[in-house]
């Protein structure tokens, strides 16, 4: 449920009625727009009156939301949510931004790599310090000297690291190492556990849509992450798995305008893992950029033939300067003026 409240209404009257919303052993999400302030009463709203809401002289109107999703609701948070992920970066609100850097974190390339990307027009440093894997054989990352070498390029170049974390026991690994954006993979889109406790943190969150997730599967976890009192969280579509064979996953890119339309969090786009081969990459990262992403995140590596991991998807510095030019005309386009 929320509840509009009106532009007369005091300071101290939306206290109160806040107060009282919380007597009732629910929460109050205000959202203050343009002219416009929102309540969104989360929780067991059964027990609450509609009507002797919209009776109170201090609310507009009051609409029940049938959605799951709460906080993450466009509903309760109509203007777009930005999130600021250190060293001048924010995503989302008509801020764009591209997320560049390899797949694994695999030693001293990785500045090579870093100052490639940044030169090129990346802002955020992504690079995997643990690595969920299919088999049990195949390279798991450095781990902390993975998040150490990270820590250690995001200082030199003054850019934020995107980094995935898989276990909640490593919470306090990130937050003593400063890693700015904390990136839930697919694999992990569902463990509410970890989840929740990325949700006890203020860190910007990437959560990646899962395997064969559904878009309110992708929102409803995102709703774990904000239940929890962070609101810092950047959805990410980066493809399903279909019977289709062709490419690594199917990319739904209908994932990107649909989001915006439910949620008010930033959209991110990773063309990389959903096409699995560098030859569909850059033109996926430019469908994504026409569709209204927020930001991309793409794969590069110096050396993709010696990639300890996803060499296939991965660009290389040259091939990422010319899509970067190719990326800022496509988002021209979509956010110029129309004559």
């Not at 509840?3 to 806040?18: C, L, M, N, P, R």
Request: hydrophobic share 40%; with cysteine; charged share 25%.
């Amino acid at each position: 449920m929320i509840a509009v409240v009106k532009e007369s209404a005091t300071e101290d009257q939306i206290g109160h009625f806040v107060d009282w919303i919380e007597s009732k052993g629910l929460r109050a999400d205000i959202s203050k727009g343009t002219g416009e302030t929102i309540i969104g009463l989360v929780g067991d709203t059964t027990q609450i009156d509609p009507f002797l809401v919209e009776s109170m002289d201090i609310i507009d109107r009051v609409q029940r939301v049938s959605e799951p999703f709460k906080r993450a609701n466009r509903k309760f948070h109509p203007l777009d949510t930005v999130v600021d992920c250190g060293h001048g970066v924010k995503i989302g609100g008509g801020n764009f931004n591209v997320i560049a850097g390899p797949c694994s974190v695999e030693g001293e390339n990785l500045f090579r790599i870093a100052r490639a990307v940044k030169e090129a027009g990346a802002t955020l440093l992504r690079g995997g310090a643990y690595k969920p894997r299919t088999s049990p054989y195949s390279y798991q990352g450095m781990g902390e000297a993975g998040l150490d070498l990270l820590a250690e390029a995001s200082d030199e170049l003054d850019m934020p690291i995107v980094t995935e974390i898989m276990d909640p026991r490593d919470v306090q690994k990130f937050v003593d190492r400063n890693i700015e954006v904390w990136q839930i993979g697919a694999r992990n889109a569902q463990n509410f556990p970890l989840l929740k406790e990325v949700g006890k943190t203020q860190a910007p969150i990437l959560l990646k849509r899962g395997v064969a997730g559904t878009i309110d599967e992708l929102l409803m976890a995102a709703e774990y992450i904000m239940s929890e009192g962070n609101p810092n969280v950047i959805l990410c579509e980066r493809g399903i798995r279909t019977f289709e064979r062709r490419t690594r996953n199917t990319f739904d890119l209908n994932a990107v305008p649909v989001l915006h339309q439910l949620s008010h969090l930033p959209v991110c786009a990773d063309p990389s893992h959903a096409s699995g081969y560098t030859r569909y990459v850059v033109p996926m990262a430019l469908a994504a950029t026409a569709a209204g992403a927020d930001c991309l995140e793409i794969e590069v590596h110096d050396d993709p033939s010696h990639a300890w991991s996803d060499g296939a998807q991965a660009l290389t510095p040259k091939m990422f300067r010319e899509a970067m030019t190719r990326i800022a005309k496509v988002r021209e386009a979509v956010t110029g003026e129309v004559e």
